[in-house]
């Protein structure tokens, strides 16, 4: 049984999300200890690169995903389960920092598919989890994702494909209107299809998915591969901004502002 | 800027009740451990019920809501081990929180 994590990335005029998963696949080599491959384009892949990722599949992308600051290359994650060279694979997000070898455990425990079906924020605890709409499904998260190659895991993936080409009806049908194709939401809806608008505990990782969320920046400390970082927030009260933080070592975190990711790279200003 | 000077530029406090939350988020899911076809909670209840028994083979419902027959002894010795490790991590980590200001 070969294991591995699988990365997509395609640089948008904004970011750089090769440079992001070059810099996760290191951090994943060293906590998890796994092979990675990226998922890429000839557009985003450099010239030259230090890093000898264990596979590099080139993709033309579809780049019909617009957001007000410009293409989001989202679109296509459903071609995991056919692109990926392993038996079992992790497929993350490239704004999700490993920082620990907690994900290992997955392999333990999952049948056969695994994601997140709750978050919570690192400063902000207990918040409220994220519905599709107000009567609608709560939310999945297609950040961390692991699955095996099973007819199950391929129907999951092929209605994933469904749910993108058809995002407009899915909208329409349960109320709500992102403007732009979410993987979340068409993970959420593809999986209750799959399973016959059950759900089965068995399919979601027990943890929360920790998101860095909004008024709240992340400072990194040491080298490039420790995992100690302070995190700081704007706590706004009675107008005024009173600043927080807290110390955090060795947990795993979801970046929603991608902004951050640079200061993690490259050092906070 | 180093982060120092930043907290001190910024007047910036240390937020106990996050620093809790995290914690309890990093060790809680630490304590899961996947034994004998079952996923388990290596929690004081948990251990305390198998301390208790005094059969070899008893059946458990897992995290997961299903029954599960397992060896009293074997998953006992393996749920006591990860609590040990993980709550003194969980507490020496606390501890150090604790101290700042």
């Not at chain 1, 997509?8 to 994943?28: D, L, T």
């Not at chain 1, 989202?74 to 060279?85: E, H, M, T, V």
């Not at chain 1, 455990?105 to 049948?111: L, N, R």
Request: aromatic content about 14%; overall charge negative.
């Amino acid at each position: 049984m070969t294991r591995g994590v699988l990365l997509f990335a395609f640089n948008s005029p904004k970011y750089n999300y090769y440079e992001m998963a070059e810099y996760n696949a290191k951090r994943i080599n060293h906590y998890l200890n796994l092979p990675v491959t990226i998922v890429t384009d000839t557009d985003s892949l450099p010239a030259h690169t230090d890093y000898v990722w264990d596979k590099i599949i080139t993709v033309t992308p579809d780049k019909s995903n617009t957001r007000t600051w410009g293409i989001w290359i989202n679109k296509g994650r459903f071609q995991a389960y056919d692109l990926s060279p392993y038996d079992e694979t992790l497929l993350l997000d490239v704004d999700y920092i490993v920082n620990s070898d907690k994900l290992n455990s997955v392999f333990d425990y999952y049948d056969d598919f695994c994601c997140h079906n709750t978050i919570d924020f690192l400063m902000q605890p207990n918040s409220a989890q994220e519905m599709l709409s107000y009567y609608g499904y709560s939310s999945l998260w297609a950040t961390v994702v692991a699955f095996k190659k099973t007819n199950r895991v391929k129907n999951i993936f092929e209605c994933i494909h469904m749910v993108q080409k058809n995002y407009d009806f899915y909208m329409n049908l349960h109320s709500f209107n992102t403007g732009i194709f979410r993987n979340d939401y068409a993970l959420t809806i593809a999986l209750d299809i799959v399973n016959g608008h059950l759900r089965n505990e068995r399919d979601f990782i027990p943890w929360n998915l920790m998101h860095i969320g909004t008024n709240t920046s992340v400072h990194k400390e040491g080298n490039e591969l420790d995992s100690n970082y302070i995190i700081t927030f704007d706590n706004w009260q009675r107008g005024k901004i009173k600043k927080e933080y807290i110390n955090v070592s060795n947990i795993d975190f979801h970046l929603i502002n991608k902004d951050l990711f640079e200061g993690i790279m490259h050092g906070s200003e | 800027m180093d982060t120092k000077t930043l907290l001190a530029e910024s007047k910036a406090r240390f937020n106990h009740n996050s620093a809790k939350s995290y914690l309890k988020e990093k060790y809680s899911s630490k304590l899961l451990v996947a034994e004998q076809s079952g996923l388990w909670k290596a929690d004081a209840q948990t251990i305390s019920f198998l301390n208790s028994m005094d059969v070899d083979s008893i059946v458990l419902i897992d995290t997961f809501n299903n029954p599960v027959q397992v060896d009293r002894e074997k998953l006992l010795t393996v749920l006591k081990d990860t609590y040990n490790t993980v709550m003194t991590d969980w507490y020496n980590e606390w501890k150090e929180l604790e101290s700042k200001r």
